[in-house]
């Protein structure tokens, strides 16, 4: 039995604390075939009448920090992927079909040659509302540039799903452009070109995500025979798809041609990538990705156009910086967090097996659940977990960066420390050997830091992570990755956990070049 779920976030809180799967809470559940047969309106009303009372009456309570106060509460925008935001918000459903875009009028001709936002007539309340009326005299599934009908989330004061201007980068990019796109790429190196095979490549990949113990878990499939044009197979997870992506040019890279133009197309999809998923912005980035997105599209057409067509994902992308400008880094807008808080229903529904009322069992089972999560604390993600093996506690002077760390902490040298060689920030791990993002230089390149151990006072809270100085020799854009080298002897920062530059470790890639072994670290996305 399948069931369509509605969740919720507060966007008041940081968007380290939105993505915890204890701080997205369950709206409604319903059966999907209801769905399909009634509609989103008995789901919509129920929840507009209570968010206008929200919004105008709100509630009263004593609060921490903040004490007695009265709260207000209004829908700040709706994110789900691209066929459900339409039938939300009562546009068609067909992508294939002119007018899909819920932000312009862009019709199927239009987006094969058309490759900036500017070029397009973008949707205004004016023009909606005159859509909404047409679409209302016409026969029932008939549309008035792509409006079926209206939507009852327009009630709602201040919010207009003309305004929403939300995308979801998982389902564009990793879920259309990017699999599309690296399957063209690779049929072209591997079948065309023939720089390695497909199994040389598989190999490969395996060998690497053996050694890499960051992203091991999110290792991608074994790649099936690439047809031309096709996009690849098996279909694989969003976070698959992303650390193929992430990864691909330090796997193969050694073998392709520097010229080769469907290599440089393939680096230009990792660099668009990493700046749709960085989690802040300047201006000055904005505009150099609409430069970035338009020259891309251009390059997709000349390359591969007379094999395959630009999808309707592609045409999304021209409306991805737009969507930055008015609510932000796209990363708050992914569906990632909701896929992850489905998999708990769908563990649920499988041992269940509640035949009458599927939606209401769930519904209650979810409800003990974010009991436990709020008695336990984890929406607050400060929770460390210390790995038992390798860890110890003794005089700092036992160590050899006892200097930097009891200038760090403020301590004696006899002073007992707790050493551990792994800990869990919430859900991430963190080891020895990881690299850590610890500052940007003055020419704007990032600083690393090698983690030797981390440590903390005996009954302290807080952590520190003990890490070598690392030289970061220069960005090699061929490989897409920072080449970096120890330094030697030894220098030694000990830095908070909580103030490190990016949370996300790092690991190292070595590749055996022609004059030596060399280690280069991928970022995750970028970085200033």
Same mark, same amino acid.
């Given at each position: ?92 459903? &067909? ?8 932000? &312009? ?57 003309? !305004? ?31 720089y390695l095979s497909l199994s040389d490549l598989n190999t490969r990949m395996h060998c690497f995500f ?26 694989? +997870? ?7 992506? +992430? ?10 041609? =520097? ?13 668009? /990538? ?5 989690? =802040? ?13 338009? !020259? ?8 591969y156009g007379s094999d395959s067509k630009l999808r309707p994902k592609h045409h999304l992308l021209l ?21 992850? =808080? ?17 939606? +209401?069992?769930?519904a209650y089972r979810h409800q003990c659940n974010a009991f436990f999560l709020r008695m336990s604390k ?6 460390? /977990? ?15 960066? &006892?200097? &930097? ?16 060689? =792994? ?64 330094? /030697? ?29 060399? /280690? ?9």
């Amino acid at each position: 039995m399948q069931y369509g779920a509605f969740y919720y976030t507060i966007l008041n809180l940081p968007p380290s604390h939105q993505s915890c799967f204890a701080n997205v809470h369950l709206l409604a559940l319903c059966n999907s075939l209801d769905l399909k047969v009634h509609g989103y309106k008995p789901i919509l009303e129920r929840f507009v009448a209570e968010i206008n009372g929200l919004q105008t009456v709100g509630f009263s309570g004593n609060f921490p920090v903040i004490g007695s106060q009265q709260i207000y509460v209004g829908l700040a925008q709706v994110a789900c992927d691209n066929l459900a935001l339409n039938g939300l918000f009562g546009f068609i459903e &067909c992508f294939s079909a002119d007018y899909f875009c819920s932000i &312009c009028l862009a019709t199927q001709n239009d987006i094969q040659s058309q490759f900036r936002e500017s070029d397009f007539c973008l949707r205004t309340h004016d023009s909606y509302e005159a859509d909404v009326v047409q679409a209302q005299m016409l026969p029932p599934g008939g549309h008035s540039h792509g409006v079926k009908s209206p939507c009852c989330l327009n009630e709602i004061v201040g919010f207009r799903v003309i !305004e929403n201007y939300v995308l979801d980068p998982m389902h564009i990019l990793l879920e259309g452009v990017v699999p599309l796109e690296l399957g063209c790429v690779l049929f072209h190196l591997i079948s065309v070109k023939h720089y390695l095979s497909l199994s040389d490549l598989n190999t490969r990949m395996h060998c690497f995500f053996e050694k890499n113990s960051v992203d091991e878990s999110n290792r991608p499939p074994t790649l099936n025979p690439l047809q031309r044009s096709s996009g690849l197979s098996p279909s694989m +997870k969003a976070i698959q798809m992303l650390a193929l992506l +992430k990864y691909l040019p330090l796997v193969i890279g050694i073998n392709v041609d =520097k010229e080769d133009p469907h290599w440089h197309f393939l680096l230009s999809l990792c660099e668009l /990538t990493d700046y749709l998923f960085a989690p =802040k912005f300047t201006k000055g980035m904005i505009a150099f990705m609409r430069v970035l997105i338009s !020259e891309h599209l251009t390059d997709f057409r000349e390359l591969y156009g007379s094999d395959s067509k630009l999808r309707p994902k592609h045409h999304l992308l021209l409306h991805l910086p737009t969507v930055i400008l008015e609510n932000g880094p796209l990363v708050t807008m992914s569906c990632l967090r909701y896929e992850m =808080k489905n998999s708990f229903f769908k563990r649920s529904s499988a041992v269940v097996c509640n035949f009458v009322n599927i939606c +209401k069992s769930l519904a209650y089972r979810h409800q003990c659940n974010a009991f436990f999560l709020r008695m336990s604390k984890q929406y607050l993600r400060r929770c460390i /977990t210390v790995g038992t093996k390798g860890s110890e506690c003794g005089p700092a002077s036992n160590y050899r960066f &006892c200097a &930097c760390m009891c200038e760090s902490i403020c301590i004696a040298s006899m002073q007992n420390v707790c050493v551990a060689t =792994k800990i869990s920030v919430s859900s991430v791990t963190y080891r020895k050997n990881y690299f850590f993002v610890v500052g940007v230089s003055d020419c704007g390149e990032p600083v690393f830091g090698e983690a030797e151990a981390f440590v903390s006072l005996p009954d302290c809270i807080e952590w520190h992570v003990v890490m070598h100085r690392v030289d970061t020799v220069a960005f090699r854009s061929h490989f897409h990755a920072y080449e970096v080298q120890r330094i /030697t002897p030894a220098e030694y920062i000990c830095v908070p956990v909580s103030d490190l530059h990016d949370y996300h470790p790092l690991s190292p890639c070595p590749l055996h070049l022609g004059d030596g072994c060399r /280690t280069f670290v991928r970022l995750p996305y970028h970085i200033f």
